[in-house]
C-alpha cells in the first residue's frame, strides 16, 4: 500500500517504521531538515512542512494513497488562533491528495477532568475542550470518513514514566492513569486497516488503570530510575477512559493491558 503520515514525530516514526518492514511504501511531513534526514534513513519519502505558516503548503509527488494518517499536534500553550491556521493549512494540504483510508490522533485529554468512567459518547461537545475539539471537528467536516483515536498518554521504549518524575515531588501520583504503549497504538491501526474501518471514533487506552504511582514505581523498578521525593494526594481524580468500544468492534487484544507492563 501506499500509506502517508503527515506529521511523524515519535509515535508517527514507529508505524512508518512497522508499516516500511511489512514492505508498504510510506510517504511522510515533518517539520525540519534534520527529521526529514532521519526518516529517509529508514526507508520513507520524507517532505518538510509547517502547517502554521501560511502560504507554505507543500507539493507532493504522488497524490494518490491508501492510507493517510494524521498526527499533527494541539498543546494546551497553543493559542486558538494558531490552532484555527495550523489546521486550515492541514486542510488545505490535504484536499489536494486522495485517499481510501484515513485517521487522525487526538487525545483523550478532550474529555473533562471528572471521577468517572468515560467512553466515547460519555460527553456532548460543549463539555469537551473546545481547543482539542476543533481539531477534530475541522478535519471530520472536510473528511467525514476520518477515523478518529483519541489516544492515552504515549509511552513505550524509551519513553519510560519513571525517568520524568526522578527526584522530584510528583503531584499526579494519586490519579488513575490512562496510558497506552506505542505497541498498540500500531496495533489498533493494522486492525482498522484490515477491516476498513470509515468515519470511527475509538479511545485508545489501556483497559486496565492503576494509579500513576504505581505505574512510576513499576517503571523505576524495571528500567533502574530513582524514584520521585514524594508523592502528593491532594488531586485523587478518578477518571477513567474506556477502550471497550474499539476492543468489541475490531475484537483487538492489547498486547499491553496494563501500563504497569511497560
Known sequence: MDILIVGCGWVGTYIATALVGAGHRVWSTCTSVEKAQRLEAIGLTA???NFDREGEIPQLERKVFDVA???????????TAVVHRRFAGLVDFLDRLSFNQSFFFGSVGIYPKVSATITESTFKDADLDPKLLLGETALRK???????????????????????????VCEIGYQTANLVHVVDIQGVIAAMIAAGSQGRTYNVVCPEHPLKKEVIAASAAKY??????????????????????????LDYTFEYRSPLAF
Do not use: Q
Not at 488531586?235 to 468492534?249: C, F, G, I, Q
Open 47 to 49: 517532505t518538510v512542512a
Open 69 to 79: 494518517i494524521i498526527s499533527v499536534p494541539i498543546t494546551r500553550k497553543d493559542d
Open 142 to 168: 472536510a473528511y467525514p470518513n476520518l477515523n478518529v483515536l483519541r489516544l492515552g498518554g504515549l509511552f513505550g521504549f524509551e519513553r519510560v514514566m519513571a525517568k520524568y518524575f526522578v527526584g522530584k
Open 224 to 249: 533502574h530510575y530513582g524514584m520521585p521525593t514524594s508523592f502528593s494526594d491532594a488531586d485523587r481524580t478518578a477518571k477513567v477512559v474506556s477502550p471497550d468500544r474499539l476492543v468489541a468492534e
